[in-house]
């Protein structure tokens, strides 16, 4: 069964820090996207094949991705937080099975920036 636990939302001033967790079982964590308003999630950071990874410009030097392997985790750290990184952060996960690739999502942790 699949199922991913996010954890470390929260709200912060900006310029302040905060890490995201996201714990995963029956899947894989590759990735986090963030959601504000309307339908639409924008990539973040994602790790690509075996530890290249993919920054989103606007968070680029101020967000780390990283996973454990071994536990099965993957992290955002956020510095140098600003008010335009408020929104809802979803942690992406794939899986691969004998049809193809499935996609799964967290249930999503609040990020509050104020100024």
């Known amino acids: 069964q699949v199922q991913l636990v996010e954890s470390g939302g929260g709200s912060v001033h900006a310029g302040g820090s905060l890490t995201l967790s996201c714990a995963a079982s029956g899947t894989i964590p590759r990735g986090w996207y963030r959601q504000t308003t309307g339908p639409k999630r924008e990539l973040v950071a994602l790790?690509?094949?075996?530890?290249?990874?993919v920054y989103a410009e606007s968070v680029k030097g101020r967000f780390t991705i990283s996973r454990d392997r071994a536990a099965n985790t993957l992290s955002l750290r956020m510095n140098s937080l600003k008010p335009e990184d408020t929104a809802v952060y979803y942690c992406?996960?794939?899986?691969?099975?004998?049809?193809?690739?499935?996609?799964?999502w967290g249930q999503g942790t609040q990020v509050n920036v104020s100024s």
């Open positions: 790790i690509v094949g075996s530890n290249s990874t």
């Open positions: 992406y996960a794939q899986r691969r099975t004998g049809t193809g690739d499935v996609d799964s």
